[in-house]
């Protein structure tokens, strides 16, 4: 297994709270992804970094932001959550080369009452 | 822009028999394409993925898939099913190795 953990795996917050994601890697990929997966949507990109401080926009960046300051920790926040952020996140790693392969984390469970 | 399209969100199929998912992609240059697997509060499994060369991609587990250019397709199959194999599959289609476009997914039951 890609070595890729997340934290929390479960959290349950409340509407206009901050929350904040972590992607912690052990691999020193250079590339690094946050994901969400709802249902009848697949797998959405929300931000991607291709190095320390380096970091762009995904399909489905709005109401969220990223931080990477080290290579192996990539944080997504959430400045105010909303229902609508309620979703499991998925963080994910990719080596040097445009062939290799993505690897994904267990994922965490967010809900947003 | 590209794309992927599964039909059907949920597939089922008895033990032993011919399991087939399909995927057709849309992409305005030559892609890279993947498939890969979800087991229940789990993370995604890459089965297998193409890049360049022989279109027919064997992955892990059985499973293999075949790029089909003139179809724009990458169909998943494996000869005969497991109970094991019960799971969902997400086809997925790049072309920078950034990013990757998923399509919704086929939740595949496999019928003691």
């Known amino acids: 297994d890609a070595g890729i953990t997340q934290s929390p795996r479960h959290k349950v917050t409340e509407t206009g709270t901050p929350v904040t994601l972590r992607c912690h890697q052990t691999?020193?990929?250079?590339?690094m992804y946050w994901y969400r997966q709802d249902p009848g949507h697949g797998l959405r990109l929300i931000h991607y970094s291709y190095g320390v401080k380096d970091t762009d926009k995904g399909e489905v960046s709005d109401g969220y932001s990223v931080s990477r300051s080290k290579t192996e920790d990539f944080l997504l926040t959430l400045e105010s959550a909303t229902s609508s952020q309620t979703s499991v996140y998925f963080c994910?790693?990719?080596?040097?080369?445009?062939?290799?392969?993505?690897?994904f984390g267990p994922g965490t469970r967010l809900t947003v009452l | 822009a590209q794309s992927v399209t599964q039909l059907g969100s949920h597939v089922s199929v008895s033990e032993g028999a011919l399991v087939l998912l399909r995927c057709n992609y849309s992409s305005s240059v030559p892609p890279y394409l993947f498939w890969y697997v979800q087991y229940p509060n789990q993370g995604l499994q890459l089965l297998l993925k193409y890049t360049t060369g022989a279109t027919l991609v064997k992955g892990i587990n059985g499973f293999e898939a075949e790029f089909k250019k003139s179809e724009t397709s990458f169909h998943l199959t494996k000869p005969s099913a497991h109970m094991s194999d019960a799971a969902e599959y997400f086809c997925?289609?790049?072309?920078?190795?950034?990013?990757?476009?998923f399509g919704t997914g086929t939740r595949l039951t496999v019928i003691p």
């Open positions: 691999e020193n990929h250079r590339y």
């Open positions: 994910a790693i990719r080596g040097q080369g445009v062939t290799d392969t993505q690897y």
């Open positions: 997925a289609v790049s072309v920078s190795g950034d990013n990757l476009f």
